[in-house]
């Protein structure tokens, strides 16, 4: 009796040791099951996901896919983990901020040549074939959309201030955010950003400040090799952000991120807000402003009238430990293209990658419009690769958002605040050299 | 079997060999002898918990004390060569770290203080026995059930200026006339995250300290009110010294937890604004999202050894006072 129970101890051990390091491999019958990973998850968009993946596997019997959903907050550290381990991984979310440092690591497989000769990229726009592959020709990942910013702004409330249209400059929105901007009615001019990813919309307007001088490779470069804040243009765009916190914005502004600034605009009390396009969804569900009392507009420009956008991009990548990279490539192509595409970029609110999506009537009419227009004049509304790729991003971003906070708290100046990032971005060039 | 019957049989069995076995155990005995065939079955038995804690527990451990004295990026893992004491310097050399300790300091005795005295006070109302007592403990223990990042979330709206509860009730209580702009301003932060963590760590004490005082015979109350004794002098002559062990185990392990606790900073501020609410942890938090593993495990491996130090003067303070007392 007590060598069974020593005997069934011991493979009860063995058992859950042996589980714990299977891996998975086709099975008798030749099907293949992928491990997929997404990244910026929610909900909504897993059951999305999961309706795209039963119609692929529809197509492609032999293949089941797999999808691990890792909360937001610390989904890219789990896939960091997983590639890292080096197995477990098919096809994965791969973002402009990870695709740098995860490459470098060798965990991405670079499909360029599973994808050469692809109809794919005939249907895709210019921006997306671009942002499928690095400085060196490589692709690491397909984009499935874009972030890109636009102005939301409140009709009604610019009218009753004496304005007929919308702010097309920084030094404009100063002006009609100012006017509106009444704190003892609980009226707020401008939903500043002075939290988490605060950097991203300061450096915004420096970018549309200079829009021409920039370099097209390098959003944070100028045509003359030196730093977008080394630039008069960057001090005079910072001075303008500087009194649009202090003249149209709420207080709390300082600490306020994403959600925040999302609540203001929603619950009827700000009258601007700078945005990717998800929130138009959030924004049409609310109960304090109705339809008819708020549009988009095009991203503002800088006192040239042109200005950069500075598209943020996700897309579908292949683990290099993937033992199924057949598969996985051709579960990427499905999710890049036709309808897999359009209805994933539709329901989660993002910038098409498809060629097509211009003459589809949901993007020409409501608040799309305003990104249609910025589509058709790329000589005004310039798109930017932004340096996000690079191994220091995320130290950058954290240092960039606490001086923009020191910034509007007084603690330092915009001189002060261009010169310390000019000093920091030509350092981080010369080490990369 | 009788009495007579069983003291025969022990009786034969020494008779047959006496003390004999090891550690002078009777031969025969309730105890088996310690042979190594029982000492493999023991060791196959035990086998998969060491295994379990060698591979879920002490290697990670190991694997993440190594990364400290490593140039370990994430960002970069082609060079991960050893950099010495590196790692640690740089945790030193940093602008914020003076900032960062003090804070820590505040964020320790400026919750805890708080939590001990409420603590106490809501345990020593619910030993009270009153209608729903039930009821209204499971009403006060009940935030400890909830994540502390999502206390964090939803103070952050309960502080925000524009739109939060606590400067509404304030302005209605007439008590401010502006609202406070709490989680902008890097002093009104500080206090916001306390209020916060107060409110939540309360509940751990008011559980620990009710277990204890539960467990206080009424003989020593009622000895206590025969000796004349007031409510203040019972408190402290009868309730406490019988709970020391209890309050000095629990102050111990909230030091421990709330020096260990980002979650609700994390939620509440992001360690803002300006980096004035960071705590150590919060801290190696935003190190470790630079990727930078390295100088997140030396800060690691100092958070320990801080708190082992800790551990061992408090317990060896506490045990010190009840040799005294004793």
Same mark, same amino acid.
């Given at each position: ?54 119609? $692929? ?19 890219? =550290? ?67 959309? $874009? ?117 203001? $605009? ?26 008819? =009392? ?49 209805? $994933? ?89 | ?118 603590? @106490? ?41 524009? @739109? ?69 002098? +019972? ?82 303070? +506490? ?8």
């Amino acid at each position: 009796m007590r060598r069974r129970t020593a005997v069934l101890a011991l493979g009860t051990a063995a058992a859950m040791v042996l589980t714990g390091c299977s891996t998975m491999s086709p099975g008798a019958s030749g099907t293949v099951t992928l491990n997929m990973v997404e990244s910026l998850t929610n909900p909504a968009r897993t059951d999305l996901l999961k309706g795209l993946i039963a119609d $692929f596997e529809k197509q492609n019997p032999k293949i089941k896919v797999n999808l691990v959903s890792p909360p937001t907050e610390q989904a890219d =550290q789990k896939l960091q983990q997983m590639l890292q381990s080096g197995s477990g991984v098919d096809v994965l979310e791969v973002r402009d901020i990870t695709v740098g440092p995860w490459s470098n690591n060798g965990w991405l497989y670079d499909m360029k040549k599973d994808l050469d000769g692809w109809k794919g990229w005939e249907g895709m726009t210019e921006n997306a074939v671009k942002a499928a592959q690095d400085a060196k020709g490589r692709t690491y990942f397909v984009p499935y959309g $874009f972030y890109g910013l636009s102005l939301f702004y409140r009709t009604d409330l610019i009218r009753k201030a004496g304005f007929d249209k919308p702010p097309a400059t920084w030094p404009e929105l100063l002006k009609q955010a100012a006017a509106i901007h009444d704190p003892a009615q609980r009226r707020y001019g401008y939903a500043f950003r002075g939290g988490a990813n605060g950097n991203s919309n300061a450096t915004a307007a420096i970018e549309a400040y200079l829009a021409d001088q920039v370099d097209p490779a390098n959003g944070f470069k100028l045509k003359n090799g030196r730093t977008i804040f080394s630039a008069p243009e960057a001090e005079a765009a910072m001075e303008n952000y500087l009194r649009l916190f202090r003249q149209a914005s709420p207080k709390s502004s300082v600490s306020w991120g994403y959600p925040e600034m999302v609540e203001a $605009f929603s619950n009827g009390s700000t009258a601007f807000l700078l945005q990717d396009p998800e929130v138009i969804a959030t924004v049409s569900e609310s109960k304090s402003i109705s339809k008819d =009392q708020w549009a988009t507009a095009p991203l503002v420009a800088g006192p040239g009238g042109k200005t950069v956008q500075p598209l943020a991009t996700a897309g579908w990548g292949v683990a290099k430990g993937s033992k199924n990279k057949a598969e996985a490539v051709k579960l990427v192509q499905f999710l890049s293209q036709g309808e897999a595409s359009t209805s $994933f970029t539709k329901k989660n609110s993002l910038v098409p990658i498809l060629k097509s999506a211009t003459n589809d009537p949901f993007y020409k009419s409501g608040p799309w419009s305003s990104y249609v227009t910025m589509t058709e004049q790329p000589d005004t509304y310039l798109v930017v690769t932004q340096p996000r790729g690079v191994s220091w991003w995320a130290e950058w971003q954290q240092k960039a958002d606490t001086e923009v906070q020191q910034l509007i708290l007084g603690k330092t100046t915009p001189k002060k605040l261009v010169a310390g990032w000019d000093a920091y971005w030509t350092e981080k060039w010369q080490q990369e050299k | 079997m009788s009495v007579a019957s069983t003291s025969k049989t022990k009786t034969a069995a020494q008779g047959e060999g006496g003390t004999s076995g090891r550690r002078g155990l009777p031969r025969g005995g309730r105890r088996r002898e310690f042979t190594t065939r029982r000492g493999l079955q023991i060791a196959a038995f035990m086998a998969p918990a060491a295994l379990f804690v060698a591979v879920f527990t002490y290697y990670p451990m190991v694997a993440g004390g190594q990364m400290a004295f490593r140039n370990w990026k994430l960002t970069d893992l082609t060079d991960t060569s050893w950099v010495g004491l590196k790692n640690f310097r740089d945790v030193f050399a940093d602008p914020a770290w003076g900032t960062v300790l003090t804070n820590s300091a505040i964020w320790v005795v400026g919750s805890i203080v708080p939590q001990l005295v409420i603590g @106490f006070a809501l345990a020593l109302w619910l030993r009270r026995r009153f209608r729903f007592r039930g009821l209204y403990q499971a009403l006060i223990f009940f935030p400890w059930a909830i994540s502390g990042f999502l206390i964090g979330i939803l103070f952050r709206w309960m502080f925000n200026s524009e @739109f939060g509860v606590v400067n509404d009730l304030l302005q209605k209580a007439g008590l401010i006339d502006e609202p406070i702009a709490w989680l902008a301003d890097p002093k009104t932060a500080m206090v916001a995250v306390l209020i916060a963590n107060i409110w939540y760590g309360v509940t751990f004490f008011a559980i620990m300290i009710l277990a204890a005082l539960q467990s206080i015979p009424d003989e020593l109350y009622e000895a206590a009110a025969l000796d004349g004794a007031g409510k203040a002098r +019972t408190l402290f002559q009868v309730t406490i010294p019988y709970i020391r062990t209890t309050l000095a185990l629990t102050v111990l392990l909230r030091v421990i937890w709330i020096f260990n606790f980002p979650d609700l900073i994390f939620g509440m501020t992001g360690g803002g604004p300006n980096n004035e609410t960071h705590i150590v942890t919060t801290w190696m938090i935003k190190i470790t999202q630079q990727g930078d593993y390295g100088r997140a495990s030396a800060l690691g491996l100092l958070v320990v050894a801080a708190l082992l130090v800790f551990a061992v003067f408090f317990l060896l303070a +506490t045990r010190e006072r009840k040799r005294v007392t004793q």
